[in-house]
């Protein structure tokens, strides 16, 4: 687990409280980390993407300086929102992409594949989105089980850091999310 003492949870309280100062020197304290989640999920998109990790990383980092009132609990928080927001970027280019061909047949998605769920498969991904929307109405943690495991690439102990349970926990949820998505996706 995180020190709440450690130099990068009190500089992101200190920059949640109006620091400015604290979000430069936090910067560099963090982008390694945030670069190998953006390029966890660019190993996953189509070839010849446009948007590179390290722009990814830039977009995430200008909607995460307007982010306003939270209370940063502790370096895994900050990234498994960090996680999110890149995640949202690329779902919404994704859905670009897709109203720019104008639809089409949707694919079918094979969770036994799903480390390997973005190459260049948009529709999927959309599909694989609002299935995890619709396993979020039945069981928000799970669902950010799997967000914060997949689609944000931390480990099971940092996921269980963020959640506050067990790592243990985290494993029967990843198993379970993943069955339950599987039998939702079989049905779309």
Known sequence: MDDPTSETTQLLRAWAQGDRDALERLTPLVYRTLRRIAGHYMQNERAGQTLQATALVHEAYLELIDVKNVDWQ???????????????????????????????????????????????????????????????????????????????????????????ISPETVMRDWKFARSWLQAELSRS
């Open 74 to 164: 502790h370096r895994a928080h900050f990234f498994a929102v960090s996680a999110h927001i890149m995640r949202r970027i690329l779902l919404e280019r994704a859905r670009r992409r897709l109203a720019a061909k104008r639809g089409g047949k949707v694919e079918r998605l094979n969770l036994d594949e799903l480390p390997d769920v973005g190459r260049g498969r948009a529709r999927e991904l959309i599909v694989l989105d609002d299935a995890l929307d619709a396993l979020a109405e039945v069981d928000p943690r799970k669902a950010r089980v799997i967000e914060l495991r997949f689609f944000g690439g931390l480990s099971v102990e940092e996921a269980a850091e963020v959640l506050a």
